[in-house]
């Protein structure tokens, strides 16, 4: 009993172990998955940001349109500079259009992805020519709205000239985003929500500014948050309740085989003590009885088994025999008293 004892104890030790085991990788998975679709979306800004700064910096016909030049050379500089950004954005998941302000923002062309409709086009142009007029500052960044859609955009203004760059942030997260059965994402921009309205919703995501607590074994849903390096973009990753039940579900038949093999336990030992050390401490019993001349009979069945019958026939033979010689003895002495 002692060592099954033992074995119950190093299997609690073992449940906990494992379990730990179990939720601290499944912490770490989802935890590194998280960090990899962060940093794929900051990769994919940085590449934007980039590619503004090297026009902003280095492209000569940029740099024309920062100052005076006649009407023609203006137009085939913007000609040649759109050229440029249509190869850059084949590459570029990130860069999904291109504004070019110069005179002042008076004059405008741009150009956008193929699946932007020409009215989501005008609206952000229009947007960003707003805000180009209200700030004064060489870096401008703001989200336009466009039927439904958010649009992240990043302006660097030289002079007269100003390169805005247009990013579909919720197109840009299903790119990133891998097909997953059991995660969805969910993208901030300070308190706006970017996509997955409902479910932000239901798990109760206001913004970027949402405290996640939330515990394996108190709740369906988990969920986890990490704040992207660019400006206020956060992504907070739900994980499905199929995924979180079916660890729930492993650490309980973990738990279930350990109380399975206690409930074994108790009843062996009932069996054990019922059926074999309590027979056998009866069968000591009379012996120990009979040695302080206590008892003198035959022993009664203690055990249905062959072993035990066959001790209780043995003693009770035994015990047969020594009746007879003792018989046999006090009839030698009644004979020798009467010869005497």
């Given amino acids: 009993m002692i060592g099954y004892v033992a074995v119950v104890i190093v299997l609690l030790v073992v449940d906990y ?6 939720i601290r990788r499944f912490e770490n998975t989802n935890t590194q998955m998280l960090s990899e679709y962060v940093k794929s979306i900051d990769e994919e800004m940085d590449m934007t940001n980039k590619l503004a700064l090297s026009i902003y910096n280095e492209n000569p016909d940029f740099q ?11 137009y085939l500089s913007t000609y040649e500079l759109l050229d440029v950004l249509k190869d850059q954005m084949q590459t570029n998941h990130a860069l999904s259009g291109v504004v070019i302000f110069y005179e002042y923002g008076e004059q405008r062309r741009y150009l956008f992805r193929e699946g932007i409709s020409f009215s989501v086009q005008q609206t952000i142009v229009d947007q960003a020519k707003i805000r180009l007029q209200n700030q004064n500052t060489q870096k401008v960044q703001f989200l336009a709205r ?26 840009l997260q299903q790119k990133v985003n891998e097909e997953d059965e059991q995660r969805e994402f969910i993208l901030t921009y300070g308190k706006v929500i970017l996509n997955q309205n409902r479910l932000a919703e239901k798990l109760q995501i206001t913004g970027s500014d949402t405290e996640i607590v939330n515990n394996i074994f108190t709740g369906k849903e988990k969920i986890y948050k990490e704040d992207c390096r660019w ?3 956060t992504v907070f990753m739900h994980v499905k309740e199929t995924a979180v039940r079916q660890l729930k579900l492993q650490i309980f038949m973990l738990m279930l085989v350990t109380v399975v093999v206690g409930i074994f336990v108790v009843i062996v030992y009932g069996f054990l003590k019922k059926q074999i050390l309590t027979p056998l401490q ?8 009979i040695g302080q001349g206590e008892h003198f009979g035959k022993m009664e069945q203690i055990a249905p088994y062959a072993e035990f019958e066959q001790v209780t026939d043995s003693f009770n033979g035994m015990m047969s025999e020594i009746e007879q010689l003792k018989i046999s003895s006090y009839e030698e002495q009644i004979a020798k008293q009467r010869a005497q």
């Fill in 17 to 22: 172990w494992v379990s730990y085991e179990c």
């Fill in 64 to 74: 024309k349109l920062s100052y005076r030049e006649d009407e023609i050379n203006k």
């Fill in 146 to 171: 466009a039927k439904g859609h958010v649009y992240y955009v990043q302006m660097l203004t030289k002079k007269q000239a100003t390169i805005a760059c247009v990013t579909d942030l919720v197109e």
């Fill in 231 to 233: 400006d206020n973009l």
């Fill in 282 to 289: 009866r069968l000591a019993d009379t012996m120990t009885a």
